[in-house]
């Protein structure tokens, strides 16, 4: 069998490129400098799949910034505004990513998406009526060569005209229909071009088949692909999906003249069934994805060959491929040198799952490969795993019961009994959590963790910190102070680095949009809380005032989000072991005199299945109740508040309702406060703050402007449910900024409070 991968991660194995882009946009480097860099990785990369002994090789998966934003480029989809600067293609590319602000103009950057079910983000392409679509780039045809020139023949990789279609935001008055025929002819184009570069392979991405599709859609993709195939000329053509099968068009797909198509039998549930039922084409290959390109445990070697051995069974022509591109994983573990290889003989990064598809393929190719080192080895891993397991974490999640997902007494009556506790006034103002993480505050958690200074120099600063931070939001008259989370690199890295059952990677970053990439940690047993994680920070802020100070937590779902989950137990599972770890962090606040706990579920829609048909069955059904679970246990005394990120949940209201917190606050200030109109369709119970200002600007927003905001957010809900907050943590904000604003929010609600009056 041959062996292919979908893409290849890029920006470098120590990301090069993200450092290089820095400096261009700082102005250190020039642009030619740049682009060295960026070839210098390309040709590395080159050389490392071919080694590898991969037969499909990747190419044009390099981006300066996004592949999507890449594809709309090269068929010339730029909105005016861009194209006026008059800057140079490089540039006019990156003010599409990053908005621009100079001498030629001020522009903001395109919108930026989740990636499908990733944390991977893409740049929203606009088409305007005027757009007039055509081939006109040459970036997949330079890489095609520059690969060609090293000897490395490729296959490119572009995102297919129906996803591409669907992904883009139209701003006039046309459609996607519309565009059809344009469209057509500039992949037709593209064809063309790579037919006369001898180009044998072409790999269109259409991930978005994996929705749940309407007639339209079906209609859609027929009439682009009728008319791209019928051009397709000598060109060898890959219909390559991912995150999740293509159960709506499986049968319209393996009727048309693609080449070889590209299925996920890791997310694609229905996958196998699929073929089963009706059968796969003897004149396509089918481009297996095996390899799971998302997460980063070792491949199972038996489970895998079993389902290779059945598709020859079949008669199916398979190559056996990762299920989608390894951009969502870390580059290599050659430079984790801190974890043993007790761990470390368990994961696969990028690199390795090309060692792993090499050898899938040897033993496939092998009679009797039950004999070989490399299957033998492989067996033993999935045996060999005992040290992830604690009893006592299973016994009590298999012990939760039905109660235990559920606060008594209920909401209606809570609320009563905090209002009369509390005395809070009517528009009690907040904030999200954090406060500026300034340069003295990241230096004091660097010089800790190089050993320059001890642990009790490191609280002292932070102590005096918290203490400057509660006399600030006393003097600005904010009514629910926070400790302004100094001791916190990350959300989810702090609770992570305290719990049992998690590990740290020191290299492992994945790139999260452009140049930011995370490192997310990884789930590598059943997880537990040793000791208080948060108690004493709360409770030293809490003694420094008569004001009521809010405890903060990171929620399950966004801790489990955010890690490398386990493949062994379910997410399920594995989020309510860390919902009972959480749940014990705010019985000990609430037992420590803490009255007022948020637990912040930024990331809960994160893993929203793609397929609407799947979002309660195969998620929300759990993730809400592990939330309940977190805090079911308190007093009626004792206000729960959340807070979640992109307001982006217009759609599952009811399901955040029935997280049964009290109090919610979330991102609403850049959404046009539309999510306001669906919170009072559906009657939403829980009170809100739905974020007066943008955080992620340093405009310092005036009194009028957020007393506009409030009037506003009043239309839609009742006055005794309305909280005043920004709309996210402060910490990427300056002190400069955060100050002025939060006291221009308290003045604007003090005024509206005296006008009701
Ligand atoms: N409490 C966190 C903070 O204020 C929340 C961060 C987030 O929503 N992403 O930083
Ligand atoms: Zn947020």
Known sequence: MLTSIIGFPRVGTLRELKFATEKYFRGEISACELQQTAKNIRQTQWATLKNSGLDFIPSNDFSFYDCTLDTAVLFNIIPERYKKLNISELDTYFAMARGYQGENGDVKALAMKKWFN?????????????????????????????????????KPVIVGAFTLLKLIR?????????????????????????????????????????????????????????????????????????????????????????????LDFIEGKKTLELIEK????????????VVNGKNIWKNNYKKTLALLSELKTKGINTVISSSCSLLHVPYTLKNETKLSAEYTSHFSFAEEKLIELAELKFLTDTDNFENETAYIANCKLFENRTNCYDDAVQKRVAGIQEKDFTRLPEFNEREKIQKKEFELPILPTT??????????VKANRSSFKKGNISEKEYNEFNRKKIAECISLQEEIGLDVLVHGEFERNDMVEYFGEQLNGYLFTEKAWVQSYGTRCVKPPIIWGDVSRSKPMTVEWSVYAQSLTDKLVKGMLTGPVTILNWSFPRED???????YQIALAIRDEVLDLEANGIKVIQIDEAALREKLPLRKSDWYCEYLDWAIPAFRLVHSGVKAETQ?????????????????????????????????????????KNNFK?????????????????????????????????????????????????ETETTASLKNLVTATKNLRNKIK
């Open 118 to 154: 990733t944390n991977y983000h893409y740049m929203v392409p606009e088409i305007e009526d005027t757009t007039e679509i055509k081939l006109a780039g040459t970036k997949p045809f330079e890489q095609f060569n520059e690969a060609k020139a090293l000897g490395v023949k490729t």
């Open 170 to 262: 139209y701003t006039g008055s046309k459609q996607a229909e519309d565009f059809c025929d344009d469209i057509i002819k500039a992949y037709s184009d593209l064809l063309a071009e790579f037919s006369k570069l001898d180009a044998e392979w072409v790999q269109f991405d259409e991930p978005y088949l994996v929705h749940d599709l309407n007639k339209e859609d079906i209609a859609l993709f027929n009439k682009l692909y009728n008319g791209i195939i019928s051009n397709k000329k000598s060109i060898k053509l890959l219909l390559q999906t991912y995150f999740g099968d293509v159960r709506d068009i499986y049968n319209q797909l393996t009727a048309f003249d693609f080449d070889g198509i590209g």
């Open 278 to 289: 009706n059968g796969f084409p003897e004149d396509k290959l089918l481009f297996a994805g």
């Open 431 to 440: 904030t999200i959590g954090s406060f500026p993480q300034t340069s003295d």
């Open 569 to 575: 137990i379910s997410i399920k599972e594995s989020t």
């Open 640 to 680: 729960i508040h959340t807070h979640m990120c992109y307001s982006e949940f217009t759609d599952i209201i009811p399901a955040i309702d029935q997280m049964d917190a009290d109090v919610i606050t979330f991102e609403a200030s850049r959404s046009d406060l539309l999510i306001l109109d669906s919170l009072k």
């Open 686 to 734: 829980t009170e809100v703050g739905p974020g007066v200002y943008d955080i992620h600007s340093p405009r310092v927003p005036s009194v009028e402007e957020i007393e506009n905001a409030i009037t506003k957010m009043l239309e839609k809900i009742s006055i005794d449910k309305l909280w005043v907050n920004p709309d996210c943590g402060l910490k990427t904000r300056g």
